[in-house]
């Protein structure tokens, strides 16, 4: 009699689990269980001292083989080093020439956004979904909707918190779509994780113009990510057809192999902001980005 | 009770570990140990009650570990640990081609029933069909891994001491009429 149960218990608890974290995701902030955040935030410590000899390995790797051809890149470095002065210099003059210069400074201020350094720490359990845990949560103001990046684009989104813990979805995950645009064309569409390695871009086949090599940035209009990041490169897109719409298979600019460290954007988009607000419940969420905009 | 307890924490550990080394395996080729704990469990633990309360543990970490909603993990390791359970009474898994075998198969169900679990709870269209390819890599991995880690466990639990064994095999002391 114990067993059965236990069995309908653990069963309910399963579902109702399954329930009640579906509502969490479709709205509002999204935390790990209070039972569960301590788990969390232990495994992080845990991961790190893990994670240290294999990043220790993959560096001195990656360092070796960066020596590699140095001088070459050294030298073609420099030469655009001196292209990229020559073009600020003229675009400096030209702004100085409008008499916008002082303005656009001004608004500069505006734009900054702030950004927190974090380490990745563990990767997801399960094949199926491809998500990160990384080194800082809640105590640092980092909050569920809150884009993540590295140098090279975006990586994800911010999916769950604890105390000193975030996971981040990936751009690879099955579940994820952004808003993009193409850099060159200025072709709009949809970039969809497929679990894979690789993202797919749907966009409109009628007056749509991808090519192999197009680079594709985050549009800002999905109010989730800001405007201007990369976010992959075209390297096949689909036959015109009789399709509406047609499909690139997009390289994501970020090597999620290689990632190490990330940077959480302390602010959400205007989307997620509206979307946690309605809920309600997470108001300190922007006090918490404009505290820690300042370390 | 303390068994079960120290296998809850060495899962635990297991699987924190697992999340660290998957920072730099490819996902279709880490092995889900999770899973084949739960099969071990299935395997070595003698009360079914205690069994079905660890592959529940192990499926909320992995749960907590991934970015699934919590208790669909939770859900498919109970339904892992009865496949297993059922599995080793009807079948002959002593072997590790057997158990490979096995492990192997409940390996693609299992991701089969996530995706199904995952497109039912997904918001607008399901989600893309898994590659063939990941699956049948993970599986193999699993299948190849899975002897390793049901001996590990029976081990575990046999030095913890089988206390429902001894319980069983004590002889009580009969009383003769004086």
Partial sequence: MRLPLLVVGLVVVATVSMVVDRRALRGGPRNFPPWAGPIVDAAVPIQKALSYP?????????????????????????????????????LREALVASGRLAQIAEMRADFEVPMLPAQLVGSDLSAFFRSVLVDRGRAQGVRSGMPVISEEGIVGLVTATSERASRATLLLDRQTAIDGTVQRSRTRGIVRGRGTDLVEFEF?????????GDVVITSGLDGVYPKGLRVGIVTAVSEPGSKLLRTATLVPAVDFGRLEQVFVILRRGPSMELLYRTEGGDADAQTASAGASGR | MKRELVLAGLSLLVLIAQAAVGRVVAPQWCPDLGLLLVVGFGLSVRSATSGIALAAFVGYLSDLLSGSLLGQHMLLRMVAFAAARVGCRRLNLRGPVPLAIFAAGLSTAHGLALWALVSFFASGSPPPWPPVGDFAAQAAVNGLLAPLVAAGVARVYQALGDEEGTKLMRLEPRKFPA
């Fill in chain 1, 204 to 212: 409109v086949a009628r007056g749509g113009e991808v090519e192999v």
């Fill in chain 1, 54 to 90: 294999i990043d220790f390995a993959r560096q001195t790797w990656a360092r070796y083989g960066d020596l590699v051809g140095v001088a070459e890149e050294n030298a073609l470095l420099q030469e655009r080093i001196h292209v990229l002065e020559e073009e600020n210099l003229q």
